[in-house]
């Protein structure tokens, strides 16, 4: 049996789009699948149906990682995420490296930076299954992740039941990204809250625990469940929504799993690449957007978030007949 270690340490959205490549490998296969991701998105992969170890890093750990991939047996390695830094540890850990990653950040620059195989992220990293079946070059490409554990799913179903009695429609937003240039304004926020409030609808917004506070300083009847849920738990709830609206960011990704209706305000990042197929895409006109960038360097006090207005957020609920 082949035991396949896949090493993607991006970011949470990356991850979730990175799954459809252990149900392909197993699919066609014999093998073990091993996925070493950066710990705040290991969750997503725990109790998944294709995955074998799920490895957690964090540079502390780093070492105890290396020690347990060798334990287990893993002998090649995708370097996924295509950094210098996966690349070593996977060497250290005596895998096979199926490719070689040589880049390096600095800051918010990257040296040697990773070519994309394809246009799509979704579709550039399931085509990794080609290093190991050559042959293939057709295949489903769908995100899975992790299952709920069994004793939250009752509390899953109990907490839907409740929310649905406090708002005409559920409607999930999750209003801030972990990269500042992601963001929209709050008081963007707080327009489209009012707004749908006047339809009763009572918005449920979803985060990490760091952003209560964040959330709480929004305008307008809502329901605050950040950091009540664990990752793997948001396309459980997502399942009941009417709909979302969302920046670009790892949460985002998760609840499109559930294939939710989204409205995607879109900044630096490439909608063409990271849009899920659900997604309605909001973007302003600079012609800088997407720049791709993790800092922005316009320097007019106005940024491409800015630029996209609560105006043309309540025209897209209007025209996708969503309230």
């Not at 042959?135 to 489903?140: A, G, T, V």
């Not at 605050?224 to 979302?244: D, I, K, M, W, Y």
């Not at 309605?280 to 996209?308: A, E, N, Y």
Request: charged fraction near 25%.
């Amino acid at each position: 049996m082949r035991k396949i270690l896949i090493i993607n340490r991006l970011g949470i959205g990356d991850v979730v789009v990175a799954t459809p490549l252990a149900k392909l490998i197993k699919e066609h296969n014999e093998a073990k699948v091993g996925f070493v991701v950066a710990a705040k998105s290991a969750d997503l992969l725990v109790n998944h149906s294709f995955i074998d170890d799920v490895f957690a890093y964090s540079k502390k750990n780093k070492e105890k990682i290396i020690y347990e991939i060798r334990q287990k047996g893993y002998n090649e390695a995708i370097i996924m995420d295509e950094r210098l830094t996966s690349t070593l540890l996977a060497w250290k850990a005596n895998c096979k490296l199926l490719n070689i990653g040589l880049e390096i950040s600095l800051g918010a620059n990257r040296l040697f930076k990773r070519v994309n195989r394809k246009v799509r992220a979704i579709e550039d990293y399931a085509s990794y299954i080609e290093m190991i079946n050559p042959e293939l070059n057709q295949y489903e490409i769908t995100p899975i992740l992790g299952s709920p554990d069994e004793n939250r799913e009752k509390y899953l179903t109990q907490w839907i039941e409740t929310q649905k009695k406090i708002t005409s429609k559920l409607v999930f937003i999750i209003p801030k990204s972990a990269a500042l240039n992601k963001n929209w304004p709050l008081e963007y926020f707080s327009e489209i809250n009012l707004f749908l409030n006047k339809k009763e609808v009572v918005p449920v917004y979803i985060g990490s625990k760091n952003d209560v506070e964040y959330i709480e300083k929004i305008k307008g009847k809502k329901i605050n469940a950040a950091g009540v849920f664990s990752l793997r738990e948001l396309p459980t709830l997502a399942q009941h929504a009417a709909f979302a609206i969302s920046v670009c960011t790892g949460p985002m990704h998760i609840i499109s799993t559930a294939k939710v209706p989204t409205i995607v305000l879109y900044g630096p990042s490439d909608p063409v690449r990271w849009a899920p197929p659900n997604a309605f895409v909001l973007h302003s006109k600079l012609p800088c957007v997407p720049c791709g960038r993790l800092d922005c360097t316009q320097g007019t006090g106005k940024t491409c978030m800015h630029l996209i207005t609560p105006a043309q957020v309540e025209n897209a609920i209007i025209k996708q007949n969503l309230i």
